[in-house]
């Protein structure tokens, strides 16, 4: 597959300057004309970005089409919810391409009965996609406020079968480990080796990788090794600790 992203970084950057710190829409402003008035746009999302990029997994796309991704981001941005480009959500992050999130989301092949590890959670829509395929998602985020705001989101939309942690994603969640997948949604300068332990034998982790230049690795535990499959060129934002030191 190829990735397409044209205008995103500029996007981006006109975008965050009037973002700041705007809080997220909650249930309660969710009306009926809002849903409505954005559930085409959802719609041609899936059509055009995910269906048309060969994403093929019924319950990838049905989750993208379910989940609102308007409910995620900034008031002021909200009008762009279903484009194709990442948006920033304040606290200098930003919600990713729905197309990644499609990719992303398939390439770890999640099933029923798995229990996933998200490390990053940012507005929790990544987060919720997955919630909707699988048994448990863990899902852990570094910035205080953002972690609150969006796990005060995702308990509004009723999700119980999210647990939101405030903590160093590059530890992983050993309490909860093994994991049978893993999703890592920060680019680390390699593959952090507490992440691969805490994955299950034959799972799968899905973690950009890399400084400047970002490769998508698709990573499978066998027989105890790390089998490494680069898969698409990307670009996110650094995963770091609480002091904000750069992996």
Do not use: W
């Not at 941005?77 to 919600?95: A, C, H, M, N, R």
């Not at 690795?217 to 089998?227: A, E, S, Y």
Request: aromatic residues 8%; hydrophobic residues 40%; glycine residues 8%.
């Amino acid at each position: 597959m190829k990735l397409r992203i044209t205008a995103t970084v500029l996007m981006c950057l006109l975008l965050a300057a009037s973002c700041g710190k705007q809080s997220i829409s909650q249930k309660g402003e969710n009306t009926m004309e809002e849903s409505g008035q954005f559930a085409q746009r959802r719609s041609e999302m899936v059509q055009y970005q995910i269906r048309a990029r060969d994403i093929t997994n019924k319950k990838v796309i049905e989750a993208m089409l379910k989940v609102e991704r308007h409910r995620f981001v900034p008031e002021d941005v909200k009008e762009y919810s279903y484009e194709d480009y990442p948006l920033p959500i304040g606290e200098g992050q930003t919600i990713s391409q729905p197309y990644i999130v499609a990719f992303m989301t398939e390439m770890i092949a999640p099933g029923p009965e798995d229990k996933v590890l998200e490390i990053g959670t940012g507005s929790g829509y990544q987060a919720a996609i997955l919630a909707e395929i699988v048994a448990e998602v863990f899902t852990i985020e570094i910035n205080e406020a953002l972690y609150r705001r969006t796990k005060a989101l995702l308990s509004g939309m009723g999700y119980k079968n999210i647990h939101t942690i405030c903590g160093d994603g590059f530890a992983g969640y050993p309490e909860a480990a093994p994991f049978d997948k893993i999703i890592v949604t920060a680019a680390s300068s390699e593959v952090p080796p507490k992440l691969f332990e805490q994955l299950r034998e034959g799972g799968k982790m899905i973690i950009p990788v890399g400084e400047g230049y970002q490769e998508l690795l698709l990573i499978t535990k066998l027989n105890g090794q790390m089998i490494r499959e680069n898969v698409l060129p990307v670009r996110f934002v650094p995963l770091i600790d609480k002091n904000g030191k750069r992996y």
